[in-house]
């Protein structure tokens, strides 16, 4: 069945099936607007804020169809927005899905899609309780909106990094470019693991919450353009520099494998490849956070950006 | 200057500049997500829910690039999303706005569509507070998301409808559709009132606040693909049927001139036309709602639909 016979409230229908609401107060998929009770009932619970972000995936810019199953494409629209959440320390509560599809497409996609995008909804607790679903004369376009929340006033934001602060990342860098450049290249089957990290990336839920409680982290962020240019956000919404040693970025050994393999450069793939959906986050050096991490440098008063071990002027992805 | 020279963070930056967060503790755009806090501080204020629903517009589908201004566009793309605020009797707060543009795209394009979009937002309290804005190979995308509140458990939903419950919508009907057909056409200038009504809907945000206060009124929604169509949707999700007397459909002037010169059947725009982002809901008779409205009919419990006064089974717009 395609997209034409299933009809929108058809599709409607099968994603509300696959999908449920945590709590019966709740109203998800089949009203005009989902309803999440978030204040509590009683002044005895702690007030929270929410937490809301969104992204759109275009076909042709952001994915190719022959280059991504609908599986992967799933999971990855939820996971660069659930990511979002993590990146403010946030955790996870709801998703609204709009995607917009061409009329010829099988119903075989959709339900694959779905079963990625719910794969790891499911995992990090952020329920699908709403969203839209349209025709589009060609190309897909997928927008996710999620919502998460935090203890009130907790936030990490990008605005808060210090002189004097240790910059740090979660994981290794550069792998999902890697993976990128394999498939560019024809070569998808090449190392898995960096086509993993391309095609469903881990949002770092766990490790964003860890680092929350503790009051040494101050900005956050995630990896989503390539530290080179992400950096730049917290710089310049904090008001201060940083002086970054590239020789600490961390490199997985499959990237190094790679590298040494092809000749590439793993410094430059680590710095604006971009897709790592890692945290960065800057601290205080007498904080110690209970998660891997790498510290790559240091925060400075002076706000410029230096990056010694390499001589490029790193740059993430340009959206224009 | 085009969307290429001006880049993704100058839009970005460019938009921020248009808007602004409505109290400090707020974190709007600027940041990995916006930060809202909604429970209250203290037990003292009363319990609210928070509404959230999601819209997304496509090129091609949805809307020309030479029958819509980018202020129209700008103005109908928050417009039907605050609709759904009003549809539930809920007070929109904040709106998220992700958009895939064309590189070849006018800078003063996304200006003007900026300015009708933070024109009726602003209009109705909803600050704009994020997004995500992206490269398009070709098609504009348009997706906003919208978040409202109302007291706890008071939303109005399509699941309330009862055996008994008078049917009634607010303002007329048909005129959005008439104008379209008039636009397609290629007679754009022939009736402003009509052409309006399509290009720049007014959401019923204050007609859905008042109802929201009447506990004699039971399941609400807002008429965007047509009455004919959208009833179905209380009908199925309450498990009741209606009786519609389409003699009682409300016309305007305009729309029964107009459709006398050119002979067109102003009961099958008001029924199938859609896009009139008028309130349609269901209440006790003994109700008596302080704002302009008419009765078009009366659930029922045997759950079909009768359209008398008509012999067609109208049909609203099918999205594929």
Redesign the interface.
């Known amino acids: 069945m395609k997209?034409?016979q299933?009809?929108?409230f058809g599709?409607i229908d099968r994603i509300r099936k696959m999908t449920s609401v945590p709590d019966p107060?709740w109203?998800g998929i089949?009203?005009?607007?989902?309803?999440?009770?978030?204040?509590?009932?009683?002044?005895?619970?702690p007030?929270?804020?929410?937490?809301?972000?969104?992204?759109?995936?275009?076909?042709?810019?952001?994915f190719l169809m022959e280059d991504i199953s609908p599986r992967q494409l799933g999971w990855k629209s939820a996971a660069v927005n659930i990511s979002?959440?993590a990146?403010?320390g946030?955790k996870p509560i709801?998703t609204?899905l709009?995607?917009?599809l061409p009329?010829t497409l099988p119903e075989q996609w959709m339900q694959e899609f779905m079963e990625g995008y719910n794969g790891i909804s499911e995992k990090y607790g952020a329920a699908l309780?709403?969203?839209?679903?349209?025709?589009?004369?060609?190309?897909i376009?997928i927008?996710v909106?999620v919502?998460?929340t935090?203890p009130?006033?907790k936030?990490k934001?990008?605005?808060a990094a210090r002189s004097g602060d240790l910059v740090c990342v979660t994981g290794t860098l550069g792998d999902s470019a890697a993976g990128l450049k394999l498939i560019l290249s024809g070569l998808k089957g090449a190392a898995p693991r960096l086509m993993d990290r391309h095609y469903t990336p881990t949002p770092r839920v766990e490790e964003g919450l860890a680092l929350s409680c503790l009051p040494g982290v101050h900005a956050m962020?995630?990896i989503s353009d390539g530290v080179g240019s992400d950096l730049r956000h917290i710089l310049d919404?904090s008001g201060v520099g940083a002086r970054i040693d590239t020789g600490k970025l961390p490199i997985s050994k499959e990237l190094q494998a790679l590298c040494s393999e092809k000749g590439w450069d793993p410094k430059e793939l680590a710095l604006s490849g971009g897709e790592d959906y890692e945290l960065l986050f800057t601290m205080d050096p007498q904080e110690t956070p209970d998660i891997p991490y790498t510290v790559i440098g240091e925060i400075t008063a002076n706000p410029t950006v230096t990056w010694e071990g390499g001589s490029r002027d790193y740059m993430g992805y340009?959206?224009?």
């Open positions: 997209m034409q299933l009809g929108e599709l107060s109203v089949g009203d005009d607007c989902a309803v999440i009770p978030l204040s509590p009932e009683t002044g005895g619970a007030a929270s804020d929410l937490l809301v972000s969104t992204d759109m995936l275009v076909e042709g810019t952001h979002d959440i990146a403010m946030g709801a609204f709009s995607l917009a009329k309780l709403g969203g839209d679903t349209t025709c589009s004369p060609d190309r376009c927008n909106t919502l998460g935090c009130r006033g936030a934001l990008r605005s962020m995630d919404e340009k959206h224009f």
